[in-house]
């Protein structure tokens, strides 16, 4: 008797665990990642600088995939997450903090360029003070979902 | 009643008393499934090897051309370059802001049918395979500013050459040259361990040794300052003589690494765009998918080739087994009259195919380990593939189990129609 309410309650954690996050993650825009606008001036410059406020934040952000690094299966472990496709090529690249730097506990098989994912995980705001280097958004993923139009 | 008809048993010997036909049947399975597994392994271990060639990398720069044109050709050696960098414009970028490493590619020479690349020894320090694994010295040392030569394992291996030899680079690809550079001969300083990669197949010498050996108008190359890592300089006064500045005129392409990944998009935006020179930047990252793209398709194809060829070889089975139907049908009679059942006659024959389709798999997974165990080596001398699981492993259990499923379920069909004929023709038969 004991062994069946045991087994029924992992069954529950397990459940519970398993979909939690995908209910819990709040979905974030790209737009809440850029600062807002001191002046009411629609002209003024916007700010490149992460959003501070979103640091250690756990949410679920859609975006196009760049791969910056393949394991010898060829499979993404490591890979910049921008707002729009051709991110690389037409268009200047998007401001520090319209990408993430996203790397990836297990290396997942990338179907398509032109396919949009949602990357789940916990923001983190990268800061840096050097002429080269701007602050920016890192994450560590841990769902990786493909976006339905 | 089954223990009376060991149906296993009566299969082999049925199978045994029809060897020939048996053996040729079994070959055509064998073969089709040596061939739907030599593609999933040539696939395998191409798509390995590529993608283990360059990690760690940022972007690759070249001169104007595609992407996918500039890994195949800079990265892989497959292929010739269109067009060269100016060292100016390699100089521009190597000192820009937040790169913080970057190696000098020059290719279009060889040494005995082996792509020499000029280099410098940052090549050693900063590039990485693999899972980000540095390329490592088993003798000897990287060069310095001389004369010196660096190979790959599989170059030292085949060359059968070793620390100290002295090799003279021909000019072109090919695997001799009419124009030897004789009069420059190179020392060997030192032997890579191997990486499994297209690495191992090249020779290594400094952009000073290539001009030199080209006698082109500015032949020094001077390490960069922030190159210093500590090596010999006891052979730098010999290159000396020939100028304290500048580089090359021109190199093939170049590798960059940078402090922060994140600049990534907007360094290779800045190099697409630069006024001076066309050039091509590509992170290999993206690069290699795309090419992994176009591959895609035709390893498909090829997959889609090779399991229709299993599906002949079974069907050709299936037609060996129905053929022989009509002159067993005494044989079924005399298997009932002893007291096996329709049902068994029908388990007989099902057996009998499955033994046969799984016999040919178990050939086919030999002969396909058979075969690749003697080509691993030409291939990788030829390609710089390295085959990698020879052995059988659990993608060829899988093939087998597929196959001898296959077989059991296309078995079914003679099976019923020998199941029908027991029926009709019960223990006597008209024929």
């Known amino acids: 008797m004991t062994s069946a309410i045991r087994l029924a309650a992992s069954l529950a954690l397990l459940l519970a665990a398993s979909s939690a996050p995908g209910q819990d993650a709040p979905k974030l825009t790209w737009e809440e990642m850029v600062p807002a606008k001191t002046s009411s001036d629609p002209l003024a410059v916007t700010s490149s600088a992460p959003v501070l406020a979103l640091d250690g934040r756990t949410v679920q952000l859609p975006g196009f995939i760049v791969p910056l690094e393949s394991d010898e299966g060829g499979l993404i472990s490591e890979f910049l997450l921008v707002p729009y496709f051709g991110a690389c090529i037409h268009v200047p690249p998007p401001p520090p903090n319209q990408l993430v730097y996203v790397t990836l506990e297990e290396a997942f098989n990338l179907v398509s360029l032109q396919q949009p994912y949602w990357i789940e995980g916990t923001l983190q705001v990268e800061e840096y003070s050097s002429e080269v280097a701007d602050s920016h958004y890192t994450m560590r993923a841990e769902r990786i979902s493909k976006y339905n139009y | ?431």
């Open chain 2, 1 to 431: 009643m089954s223990t009376r008809f060991p149906i296993a048993r009566l299969a082999l010997r049925s199978i045994a008393s029809r060897r020939a036909s048996a053996a040729l049947t079994c070959c055509a399975v064998a073969l089709s499934v040596l061939l739907v597994l030599g593609v999933q392994e040539m696939r395998e271990s191409a798509r390995q090897s590529f993608a283990s060639t360059i990690a760690g990398t940022d972007l690759l720069v070249g001169p104007r051309t595609s992407g996918v044109n500039l890994l195949l050709y800079a990265v892989f050696r497959i292929g010739q370059p269109s067009n060269n960098v100016s060292w100016q414009s390699y100089e521009r970028f190597a000192t820009a802001p937040g790169v913080d490493w970057s190696i000098p590619l020059s290719l279009g020479d060889s040494y005995r049918g082996h792509a020499v690349v000029g280099t410098t020894e940052a090549y050693f320090r900063h590039f990485r395979y693999g899972r980000d694994s540095r390329l490592e010295m088993t003798a000897g040392q990287a060069f310095g500013a001389g004369t010196e030569a660096v190979l790959g394992a599989a170059a030292a291996r085949e060359l059968d050459h070793d620390v100290g030899d002295e090799i003279v680079i021909a000019h072109g690809l090919g695997a001799t040259s009419f124009l030897k550079h004789d009069r420059h001969p190179v020392t060997v300083a030192g032997i890579l361990a191997p990486t499994g990669t297209v690495a191992d197949r090249a020779v290594y010498v400094s952009l000073a040794t290539l001009d030199r050996v080209h006698e082109t108008a500015t032949p020094s190359f001077a390490p960069a300052p922030a190159d210093d890592g500590g090596h010999d300089h006891g052979t730098a006064a010999e290159s000396g003589e020939a100028g304290e500045h500048g580089g090359p005129g021109e190199i093939t392409a170049f590798l960059l690494g940078l402090e922060s990944r994140v600049q990534v998009l907007r360094l290779q935006r800045t190099i697409n765009e630069y006024a001076d020179e066309p050039l091509t930047a590509v992170i290999p990252a993206v690069a290699l998918f795309e090419l992994w793209s176009v591959i895609g398709v035709a390893e498909n194809a090829l997959l889609a080739v090779g399991a229709l060829a299993v599906l002949t070889g079974l069907v050709g089975m299936l037609v060996a087994i129905l053929g022989t139907l009509n002159e067993r049908r005494r044989e079924m009679a005399i298997l009932r009259s002893v007291g096996a059942r329709p049902r068994q006659v029908f388990l007989l024959l099902v057996s009998e195919a499955g033994l046969l389709a799984g016999a040919g798999a178990l050939l086919g997974v030999a002969l396909k380990t058979a075969v690749l165990g003697a080509l691993a080596s030409p291939i990788q001398t030829r390609t710089g593939i390295l085959l990698e699981s020879v052995w059988p492993g659990s993608a060829e259990a899988v093939v087998v189990a597929v196959v001898t499923a296959a077989g059991l379920a296309l078995g079914a069909l003679p099976a019923w129609r020998a199941y029908r004929n027991s029926l009709a023709d019960g223990m006597t038969i008209r024929l």
